[in-house]
């Protein structure tokens, strides 16, 4: 791996830290089976990449050895919005064959916590991902570290996120609160059933509450639900 130390600067409120701690305990109850996990939306800037970032954190400090898979080879500026600066070598160089494995990991100064950049942003995203290497990678991956969350691209705008899913262990959507449709967020769900993905729940963001399950009124909020149908989960589903 790269000894290259990313300093990672980014806070969290007390209020934030909290409920990352619950998704990562709904994550662990999904089953130990369940390592590689690919974070999707709808639509960009729903927060899937601040949240895959942020619960990849919150899992290290629990003692967890993660990595962090910046797959959106489109557009994505989570690097930047770290404010690491420099071209990285990545998934992008590994999926080529133009850099080993080792090469594209990077130590962070989050102990347990690594991260992979997307490297330089190829031509065919889509293409690259459904070819052997990145099967192959997902293969070690799985083997070095307890859990691999990857930051896939909206489904909603391209088809990345379910070709990564289709050799993954499972999928959590992302949705922001009052953004998308309803008739959006079931497409997009639908979209990853039709590739075979095991949906293992959805993260409500930037939700805003009066009073509720957790009290006083918030925002900004992560909260998790499953996809169950049962009873208990639809409440959990309503929004206000």
Not at 105 to 129: D, K, Q, R, S, W
Not at 221 to 227: A, E, L, R, V
Request: glycine share 6%; net charge positive; with cysteine.
């Amino acid at each position: 791996m790269k000894e290259l130390q990313i300093q990672l600067v980014t806070a969290m409120t007390g209020r934030a830290r909290e409920k990352y701690r619950m998704l990562r305990t709904n994550i662990e109850f999904c089953g130990v089976e369940n390592k590689t996990i690919v974070f999707t939306s709808c639509t960009p800037e729903d927060g899937k990449s601040t949240i895959s970032y942020q619960l990849a954190r919150t899992m290290a400090e629990a003692e967890k050895k993660v990595l962090l898979i910046d797959a959106d080879m489109r557009r994505s500026n989570l690097f930047e919005r770290l404010s690491i600066d420099g071209e990285h070598i990545g998934l992008s160089h590994l999926l080529i064959g133009q850099n080993e494995l080792r090469e594209c990991i990077y130590v962070t100064n989050v102990p347990n916590f690594y991260m992979m950049p997307t490297g330089v942003f190829p031509t065919n995203p889509a293409e690259l991902l459904g070819k052997k290497r990145f099967i192959k990678m997902l293969e070690v991956v799985r083997e070095k570290f307890d859990y691999v969350l990857i930051d896939a691209p909206p489904i909603g705008s391209v088809i990345d996120a379910a070709v990564i899913a289709n050799h993954c262990d499972g999928v959590v959507m992302v949705i922001s609160a009052n953004k998308n449709s309803r008739r959006e967020e079931r497409l997009a769900i639908e979209q990853m059933r039709i590739a075979n993905s095991n949906i293992l729940g959805v993260v409500l963001n930037r939700v805003e509450r009066t009073k509720g399950i957790f009290g006083n009124k918030y925002q900004d909020g992560y909260y998790y639900y499953d996809t169950d149908n049962s009873k208990s989960n639809k409440k959990k589903k309503k929004r206000k």
